[in-house]
C-alpha cells in the first residue's frame, strides 16, 4: 500500500473517475452523512427493537450479578453455566445496562456504536490505500448492507467481531505504510492484538482472516523475507496470546466457575475445537450431543452456490458479482503489468487486493461449505471486503479509463449490467414483496449501461453514468436494508435476525420439516444420531406425525416450552420470548414462596430458551438446565443431587412425558436425558391446582406441534426426602 494518498496531501478531493476536484471539506461532510445514515439504520426505533436475542439478553442481567458471572459470561444468575461463546461481545452491553439500566435498547445501543465505528474504520482502511473517493464508497457500501442493518439492530456477537477485524486490517495497513521499522513492527502486532479480541468475540471467526492479514504483509511489506517472516510470527505470538488468555484462565481458575456452555467437558478449549471450531465446519458436533447438525435449516445446504440461495442471498450477494469482477480486474492487471503490457493509469497497491480478495475467498467458501450450525447473518464478515473491493474496482476502472484504456467502460458497464440482473432474479424469487422494484432496477442499470458506453464518445456524461451506476447497483440492497424487522419480527426472533421478506429468513419460506413435507426451499430436519423422539411428543418433526410444518404457517422456529409466547405453559419463538406468562408467573411465585431461602429458586429444564424470560422478568435465581439447548451436562446429575440435599434448590419446571425433554435433546444416553430421568425418580409432580395453575395443556400447545409437542410443563418439587 502507498505510504500517502492523494487524499490526504492535497487540499483537494478527486472523484473517482472524473479525476474532478472538490473542496477538501466535502469529503468530511459526505463522510457525515454516511455516518449518520448508518446510525439511522442502526438505530432507528431504538426503543422498540426489544430484547433482541433473549438468550444473550438474559445473560447480560446474569453477568451484572457478580465479578465471575462478567468475566465468564455466565448465562443464569446462580453462575451454572455460560454462554457458548467467549463473552467479549456482551462487556460492552453489561456495561451499558449499568449506565442506563436494563432495557431493550440499552442493550441495542453498544451495538449500534460498534457498527458506526466499523464502517468509520473501514472508511480510513480504505482511505489509506485507494484515496478518499474510494473510501467513501466502501463505507456507503458497508453502511447499506442488509445484513450488516439486521445484525447491528440485535445483540449477537458478530457486530463487535466485525469492528475488530476491520480494525485489525486497519492496523495491518498503517504498519505497511510505515517507514520505520519499529513502528510497522509495532502496527503489525496492534493487528494480531485486535484478532485476539476478535477471537474472544466469536471464537476462530476472527481466525478466518488471518490468511488474508499475513498474505497482505509478505506481499506488501517493505525489507528482506527473512525480515518480513520474523515480524509476521511475531505479530502472531501476539495473536495468540491475546486470543487464549481467557481460554487459559478457565482452564486454571482456582475456584468454583461455570460450565462452558456448548463444550463437552466444561472447558473452553473444547469449545474452540469443537462446537465453535471444527464443529462448525465439518458438522460432527454441536457441542455436547444436542440437536446437531441443523445449520441447513437456517441458511440452506452446504456448497458453493450457499450464500446466492433463497436464504441468503437478499442478505450480502448483491455485489458480490462485482467484487468477483473486481479480482479478475486486479490479477489481469498485475500479470499484465508484470509482462510490462499495459498502461491503464496508477494502480492500486497489491496487498490492498490481496488483503480484501483473500478475506472475502477463504471467509465466503468456509461459510458456503460449512457442514455444522450456520446462520445467514454469519455473513455480515463479508461485508467489510465486499465494501472494499467495490469500491476499489470502481476506482480501478476510474484510472484505467483515464490512462486512455478502452476496455475500462465496457468492462463497467458489464459490471453494473450482471449486477442488476442478479439484483432482478434475488427480487423476483419474492415477487409478492416489492416485486416491481427488480423492473426499476433493470430500467435504471439499462440506462446506466448505455450511457457508460456512450461515455467513450463523450466525456461529459461519465459523471452522470457513474452517479447512476451507484444508484443502479446500491437501490436493491437499499431497499432490503430499510426493510429489517425489529428485535422478535423476524423468525427465530433476536436470534435468526435478517432483513428483506421475513418468508425468506428460516428455511426460504420454509420451517423444519419431517416425513418430507413443508415449504417450498426449507431443509429437511435431520434428528442427529441416537437421538430419538420420546413417546408422546407427537408433534416434533420426524417424529410420528411429521408429515407437515413444525412450525406454524409463518415460517418461524419450532416452539420450546416456557418462552413465554403464548398462555398456558407458554411457547414461543426460540430467541425472542422475554415475558412470563400468567402460567408461568404463577409457579415462579409458588416456587419463590415456597424454596425457603434456597439458593436457586427453580430449575428450568430444556435449556437457556426456556429460562430466558425467566431471568429477564424476574429477579429470582433461576437456571436454565443444560446450556443453550438443554444438552450441556449441567448441572450433572451429581450436582442436583447435592443442590436437592443440601436445600440449595428444590423446585424443578420439566416435562411431565417418558424421558421428557431429555431423551428429545440428546438420546438415552445423554445427560440432558439423565436429568429427566432423576428428576422423574427423585422429584414429586405438583399439581397445578396447588399454584393455581391450568389443569390441561393449552390450545396453543395442542396446535403448534413445537418441540414439546403436546407435553405441557410441569412443575417438580424435589426437596430431599
Keep these: 500500500m502507498t505510504s500517502t494518498t492523494e487524499a490526504q496531501t492535497s487540499t483537494v478531493v478527486r472523484l473517482p473517475g472524473t479525476g474532478r476536484a472538490v473542496p477538501r471539506w466535502a469529503a468530511p461532510a459526505a463522510l457525515g452523512a454516511i455516518l449518520l445514515l448508518s446510525a439511522l439504520l442502526y438505530g432507528w426505533a431504538l426503543g422498540s427493537l426489544g430484547w433482541g436475542n433473549s438468550y444473550y439478553s438474559a445473560a447480560v442481567k446474569s453477568m451484572g450479578r457478580s465479578w465471575t458471572n462478567f468475566l465468564f459470561g455466565a448465562f443464569d444468575p446462580a453462575g451454572v453455566v455460560t454462554v457458548d461463546k467467549p463473552p467479549a461481545a456482551l462487556w460492552p452491553q453489561v456495561i451499558s445496562s449499568k449506565i442506563f439500566g436494563l432495557h431493550g435498547w440499552a442493550l441495542i445501543l453498544p451495538q449500534l456504536l460498534e457498527g458506526v465505528a466499523a464502517v468509520f474504520v473501514l472508511h480510513r482502511t480504505v482511505r489509506r490505500w485507494a484515496g478518499e473517493g474510494t473510501a467513501l464508497i466502501a463505507a456507503l457500501v458497508m453502511t447499506l448492507t442488509p445484513i450488516t442493518v439486521a445484525i447491528n439492530r440485535d445483540n449477537n456477537p458478530d457486530t463487535l467481531l466485525v469492528l475488530f477485524l476491520v480494525s485489525a486490517a486497519y492496523a495491518l495497513t498503517r504498519a505497511l505504510q510505515s517507514q520505520a521499522t519499529r513502528r510497522g513492527t509495532w502496527w503489525l502486532c496492534a493487528s494480531g492484538f485486535l484478532i485476539g479480541c476478535g477471537f474472544l468475540t466469536k471464537m476462530m471467526a476472527a481466525w478466518m482472516v488471518l490468511p488474508a492479514l499475513a498474505a497482505a504483509w509478505l506481499v506488501g511489506a517493505s525489507g528482506p523475507w527473512l525480515a518480513r517472516i520474523v515480524r509476521l510470527l ?25 460450565y462452558i456452555g456448548g463444550s463437552t467437558d466444561g472447558g473452553a478449549w473444547d469449545l474452540v475445537t469443537g462446537y465453535n471450531g471444527l464443529g462448525r465446519i465439518f458438522g460432527e458436533s454441536d457441542g455436547s450431543g444436542g440437536m446437531g447438525n441443523i445449520g441447513g435449516a437456517f441458511g440452506g445446504e452446504a456448497g458453493l452456490l450457499r450464500l446466492f440461495n433463497d436464504q441468503v442471498a437478499g442478505q450480502i450477494s448483491w455485489l458480490l458479482p462485482a467484487s468477483g469482477v473486481a479480482l479478475i480486474v486486479a490479477i489481469v492487471g498485475a500479470v499484465l503489468r508484470r509482462r510490462g503490457k499495459t498502461s491503464a493509469g496508477e494502480s492500486l497497491a497489491g496487498s490492498g487486493w490481496v488483503l480484501w480478495g483473500a478475506w472475502l475467498v477463504v471467509s465466503g467458501l ?96 461519465l459523471p452522470v453514468a457513474l452517479g447512476g451506476a451507484l444508484l443502479a447497483v446500491l437501490l436493491a440492497p437499499a431497499a432490503w436494508a430499510v426493510s429489517v424487522p425489529g428485535g422478535s419480527g423476524s423468525a427465530m426472533g433476536g436470534g435468526n435476525p435478517s432483513a428483506g421478506p421475513a418468508s425468506m429468513s428460516f428455511g426460504g419460506g420454509g420451517s423444519f420439516r419431517g416425513g418430507g413435507s413443508g415449504g417450498a426451499g426449507g431443509s429437511d430436519f435431520q434428528l442427529p444420531e441416537g437421538m430419538e423422539i420420546p413417546e408422546g411428543l407427537s408433534g416434533m418433526p420426524g417424529g410420528t406425525n411429521g408429515g407437515g410444518s413444525a412450525s406454524g404457517t409463518d415460517g418461524t422456529m419450532p416452539s420450546f416450552p416456557g418462552n413465554g409466547g403464548g398462555s398456558g405453559s407458554g411457547m414461543g419463538r426460540l430467541g425472542g420470548a422475554t415475558t412470563l406468562t400468567s402460567e408461568q408467573r404463577k409457579i415462579l411465585n409458588y416456587a419463590t414462596e415456597n424454596s425457603k431461602g434456597a439458593r436457586i429458586t427453580l430449575a428450568v ?56 425433554m431429555g431423551a428429545m435433546m440428546g438420546g438415552k444416553d445423554s445427560a440432558a436425558s439423565q436429568r429427566s430421568t432423576w428428576i422423574g425418580e427423585n422429584c414429586t409432580k405438583i399439581p397445578a391446582k396447588e399454584y393455581g395453575g391450568s389443569t390441561t395443556s393449552s390450545s396453543n400447545d395442542q396446535a403448534s406441534g413445537g418441540m414439546m409437542g403436546r407435553t405441557g410443563t410441569t412443575l417438580y418439587d424435589c426437596a430431599a426426602k
Design 234 to 258: 511475531i505479530a502472531g505470538a501476539v495473536c495468540a496470546v491475546s486470543s487464549l488468555w481467557w481460554v487459559a484462565m478457565v482452564a486454571w481458575w482456582p475456584g468454583e466457575q461455570p
Design 605 to 660: 429444564e430444556g435449556g437457556a430458551q426456556s429460562a430466558a424470560a425467566f431471568i429477564l422478568d424476574s429477579d429470582a435465581t433461576v437456571i436454565g438446565m443444560g446450556g443453550f439447548m438443554g444438552s450441556d451436562d449441567a448441572p450433572s446429575v451429581a450436582q442436583l443431587e447435592k443442590w436437592t440435599k443440601s436445600g440449595a434448590l428444590r423446585y424443578v419446571l420439566g416435562s411431565d412425558s417418558s424421558g421428557g
Design 366 to 461: 468456509v461459510y458456503s461449505t460449512q457442514e455444522g450450525i450456520f446462520h445467514p447473518y454469519y455473513t455480515t464478515q463479508l461485508a467489510p471486503a465486499v465494501a472494499a473491493l467495490t469500491a476499489g474496482l470502481a476506482t480501478a476502472l476510474a484510472r484505467a479509463h483515464r490512462a486512455g484504456a478502452i476496455w475500462a467502460l465496457p468492462v463497467g458497464a458489464g459490471t453494473v449490467l450482471a449486477s442488476v440482473i442478479w439484483a432482478a432474479i434475488v427480487i423476483r424469487r419474492v415477487p409478492s414483496w416489492n416485486g416491481w422494484l427488480a423492473w426499476l432496477v433493470l430500467v435504471i442499470g439499462l440506462a446506466v449501461v448505455a450511457l457508460m458506453l456512450a461515455a467513450a464518445l463523450n466525456a461529459r456524461l
